[in-house]
């Protein structure tokens, strides 16, 4: 019995064995090189099950999705002869099969042909502006132009780039404090700059708007004196109308007047009867 069970198990290994020789399969994230005896045959693309000639055909495969090159960072000299130190990637594809199996047969050697290509295209690329363009102002248009570039000469390893990224440019470490030291003092001596300016600007708006509200001021002193002075000739000019039209009444109401101001005084006031003012008073007694 027990030897029935491994004769079933070593034929079931067999027939494994066999159908793997003669069928093979594809996923759709894939492609495959068949070689015969170490000669190219043909390329499958088509995922799915496929037949190959048993213990002379081989399947090598390839993969269709997009890769990723992680290059080590280097140090570039710019167009002003100052180090940089850049950080970079890059997306590429298999666009050739046969030709990338025939040049550089796996990913890790296209991934050394890929970092040489591109060093060298960012070192042109970068040796051609200066610091502040490859950081900052140019570096979108930069990486545009090694990607182009670069997919090129990748196109004779059947490679296509599709994006090369520049993820880091920073100064060497030697230099780095110094350059940061600089970059620091050049922004203390702007913020300086504009502090001072902001404090000359202050000055002349308070001085103009305190001349302003002088003026204002002085203006408005003016006016109103122009405008009481003004009233007090209109009061003046109708009292005057006002007395010629009864002068004696007026007289009566002015002596009234002033015996009002002594009404509720405790001053006891004596006035000889000769005084304009009882004058009034004898005319109403009948005297």
């Not at 002003?80 to 890790?108: G, H, M, N, Q, W």
């Amino acid at each position: 019995m027990r030897t029935f069970m491994v004769f079933i198990v070593l034929l079931g290994a067999l027939g494994v064995f066999g159908v793997n020789q003669f069928l093979y399969t594809i996923d759709q994230t894939e492609q495959a090189i068949i070689t015969r005896l170490g000669e190219y045959q043909r390329t499958e693309v088509s995922p799915g099950l496929h037949m190959k000639t048993p213990f002379l055909e081989k399947v090598h495969r390839l993969e269709k999705r997009l890769l990723r090159f992680d290059a080590q960072p280097a140090e570039f000299l710019t167009g002003e002869k100052k180090a940089l130190v850049i950080d970079s990637f890059a997306r590429y594809r298999i666009i050739a099969p046969r030709t990338f199996f025939e040049v550089v047969r796996t990913e890790p050697e296209a991934a050394a042909r890929l970092e040489a290509i591109i060093s060298s295209e960012i070192r042109e690329e970068v040796a051609t502006h200066n610091q502040i363009e490859v950081i900052r102002d140019r570096r979108e248009a930069l990486m545009r132009d090694v990607t182009a570039r670069s997919d090129i000469k990748a196109r004779e390893f059947g490679i296509q780039v599709v994006d090369v990224r520049i993820v880091g440019a920073d100064f060497p470490t030697e230099v780095a404090a110094s350059v940061y030291q600089r970059m620091q003092s050049e922004r203390t001596r702007i913020a300086n700059r504009f502090r001072a300016e902001g404090v000359e600007q202050k000055d002349t708006i308070e001085a103009s708007a305190n001349l302003e509200a002088r003026t204002i001021a002085a203006d408005a002193a003016e006016q109103a004196a122009k405008i009481r002075g003004e009233g007090e000739a209109e009061a003046i000019r109708i009292l005057g109308e006002s007395i010629s039209q009864d002068t004696e009444f007026y007289a009566f109401v002015r002596s009234l007047e002033a015996l009002n101001e002594f009404r509720d005084s405790d001053t006891t006031l004596v006035l000889p009867d000769t005084t304009e003012i009882f004058k009034y008073i004898k005319s109403n007694s009948g005297e």
